[in-house]
């Protein structure tokens, strides 16, 4: 059954630190499909999994972490879909949308993302690496480039960029409150995609947090590759 398939393979799931007080910042699902970290909660705002090549999430890939819920508890679900793992697909790149506070810049970039969706060979998936809004400390600007999201079937990751930094002094949160955590990972074709915020410092004491989890990232993914441990990464 598609469960069993999914519990037979090791699952990276991240909470987006250095490591937790196990040394674990990215750590490979147990047989069942565990996974369990030791972080306090100031500390970590997130926990995400790589959504392998062959299966697509049935929900969100991040979960946000609670301040009240201590243990808090995170469910990610996956279902077979063997067209994401074929090596031969096309995807688009595009950045720098830039919108701004009227909602019409929504609608435009919403009638931009149907016109890739629209191109003789779809794409299966388009990227948007950064500068998404004019003004990241407007709410209406990331509002309105969320909304311009909305309806559309393919899937689209967004980006950070220098434009889309919020007040500080943690300047990606007005990001984080409204698409989630700055740097993650996919994977499509048997490719490891890697969305990475090498601008500011993910972390509230101004720690590039994500400079090692990077590296973790990189060599879980060469580890789950068995056994060529080769995976290609962009």
Do not use: C
């Amino acid at each position: 059954s598609p469960d069993r398939i999914i519990r037979a393979i090791a699952i990276a799931v991240s909470n987006g630190r250095l490591a937790d007080n196990l040394g674990l910042g990215v750590q490979l699902t147990a047989a069942d499909g565990s996974f369990s970290f030791l972080t306090p909660l100031p500390d970590s705002r997130f926990v995400f999994v790589t959504v392998p090549s062959g299966y697509t999430a049935t929900n969100s890939f991040f979960h946000r972490l609670s301040a009240v819920a201590n243990p808090d508890t995170a469910y990610f679900g996956l279902r077979a879909t063997p067209e994401t793992a074929n090596p031969v697909f096309r995807w688009v790149q595009i950045s720098d949308p830039h919108v701004r506070t009227d909602p019409e810049n929504g609608v435009e970039f919403s009638a931009d993302l149907t016109e890739i969706e629209e191109l003789p060979v779809p794409p299966a998936f388009i990227v948007v690496t950064g500068d998404l809004v004019e003004t990241g400390t407007q709410d209406v600007q990331f509002q309105n480039y969320v909304a311009g999201l909305a309806g559309h079937t393919t899937p689209i990751h967004s980006g950070y960029g220098d434009h889309d930094a919020g007040p500080g002094p943690l300047v990606v949160e007005k990001f984080e409150e409204y698409l989630g955590p700055t740097f993650y990972f996919f994977e499509y074709g048997g490719i490891h995609f890697v969305m990475y915020n090498d601008i500011h410092a993910a972390d509230a004491g101004g720690l590039f947090i994500q400079h090692t989890w990077l590296f973790q990232d990189l060599v879980t993914a060469r580890a789950r590759d068995f056994p060529n441990h080769d995976i290609p990464i962009i």
